[in-house]
């Protein structure tokens, strides 16, 4: 299928997470609609292959690793010496091993906490006043199915991504009056690297609750995440949008 072109012209992004799976296909498409991107993300080897493999001067990345304030802020000050930054996409995340709550190794728990949610609070703690300056801002923050329903064996998980979603509804409320939507989504399981993190049963679990009956493709995600990111989505903000094939029912 032809994918549509969103216009990006002059729009600068940042994509955490972006050296890979849905990040990786996020950057590939902004790029295509003639978007700077700069990908933020923590693993040199997979932000190597994903330059070597765009090889596109309107792309960028730093190492950064978004549940540490101090390098998010200095990626963020980098990049508004010269631009401002239009679109972020709050996309790093782990899963985290999969165990039951009484028996998560402790400092673990609290580190897919950090990522998930505390990484969403320090990109936007540092952009969003950059957007306000700017009057225009985008923001995606990538929570999951997890953080609606709760996955049995993925409490920290869960909790993560249940509290990016609050921090969606009231970032979002408290930027109305201006030209800046945030916006939550929340996937359903998709065959990128993460699910290494989790058992094969885990997996399967997931998938089971599914009523399409399969996983969701990188692209289908991408493309919800672009209208979101787009200067036509005008009015949705502080709201959370469901991509999990018919399982969440809210
Ligand atoms: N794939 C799925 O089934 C699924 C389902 C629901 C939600 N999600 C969410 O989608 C997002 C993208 O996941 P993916 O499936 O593409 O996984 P992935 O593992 O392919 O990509 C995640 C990227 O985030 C980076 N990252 C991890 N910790 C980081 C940190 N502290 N700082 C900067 N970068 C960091 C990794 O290096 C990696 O490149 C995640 O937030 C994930 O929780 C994925």
New binding site residues.
Partial sequence: MEKITYNFKNRTAVV??????????IAKRFLKSEAKVII????PK??ENAINEIDNPNLSSK??????FK?VESASKEIIKTSNIDILI??????GPTAPLWEYDIEMWKKVV???LM?TFNCCRSVVPNMIKNNYGRIVN?????GKDGNANASA?SV??AG?IGLTKSLGKELADKNIAVNA?????????????MTKEH?QR?LSKVPRGR??E?EE?TSLVCWLASEENTFSTAAVFDISGGRSTY
């Fill in positions: 955490t997470g972006g050296a890979q799976g849905f990040g990786l296909d933020w993300d923590l693993d997979a932000i190492i950064v690793d978004v549940s540490n390098d709050n996309n790093a995340g782990i899963t950090d990522i998930n990484g990538v929570a999951s199915v997890a998980y993560g991504k990016a989504v929340t996937p359903a399981g998709a065959k990128t690297r993460i699910l290494d993190q997996v997931m996983f969701l990188v995600f």
